[in-house]
């Protein structure tokens, strides 16, 4: 586990980051404050939370990394975050146990991509494909998050897409079937399988 936070600039190149297991951040990567952190050529998978977690005013940007196969999430926002993801993979997260019974995880959702409060996403001729609910979502009721209480954790934020990405093949819990994709963006077509993008 890689934990960074303060007022610094990191780059990480050509790293693998795995198996972060129960401690108080069980994320491959975790990120906060005002850390300005440049992640290049790098896997990181099989964490026991999530491959990326940033927080406070931090910004990341991915470059040709995968994020695959951690156990909750890809990659969470909060807070004002921001990531910059550019040709980039994020795959077959969500495949912790409680992403398959829901009974004791009803608030809580699997997966690629989360966004929540005013953070901010620019993805750019990346991928996100095969993660256990939503491909990409919001902090939104239209997205599953209705029992959060007002304000809490809502997303206000900025999403931008550049260049050409693909977001398929999410939703293999099937946990999402009958929402669609809420939203105006691409993804909501009455051709795209359900789960696969929820933002406003």
């Not at 999530?50 to 940007?61: D, E, K, T």
């Not at 996403?121 to 239209?142: F, K, T, V």
């Not at 931008?160 to 809420?182: A, D």
Request: glycine letters at 12%; a neutral charge; hydrophobic letters at 40%.
């Amino acid at each position: 586990m890689i934990f960074i936070t303060g007022d610094v600039t990191v780059t990480l190149e050509n790293l693998a980051v795995f198996k972060a297991r129960g401690m108080m951040f069980a994320d491959g990567i975790h990120i906060k404050g005002k850390a300005k952190v440049t992640i290049l050529n790098s896997l990181v998978f099989d964490n026991e939370w999530g491959g990326l977690a940033a927080r406070g005013s931090s910004h990341a940007r991915l470059v040709r990394t995968l994020i695959s196969g951690n156990g909750l999430y890809g990659i969470t926002l909060q807070d004002s975050a921001s990531v910059e993801i550019q040709s980039s993979i994020i795959e077959n997260n969500g495949v912790n146990e409680g992403c398959r019974y829901r009974d004791s995880y009803k608030r809580y959702l699997c997966n690629g991509l989360l966004l929540s409060d005013n953070s901010r996403l620019m993805l750019a001729d990346s991928s996100i494909l095969r993660n256990a609910d939503w491909g990409l979502a919001a902090i939104l009721q239209s997205c599953k998050y209705a029992d959060l209480q007002v304000n809490v954790g809502r997303f206000t934020g900025q999403v931008s897409f550049q260049g050409v990405n693909k977001i398929e093949g999410n939703n293999t819990s099937g946990y999402l079937n009958g929402m669609g994709n809420p939203g105006n963006h691409y993804w909501n077509r009455p051709d795209i399988p359900d789960g696969q993008v929820c933002l406003p």
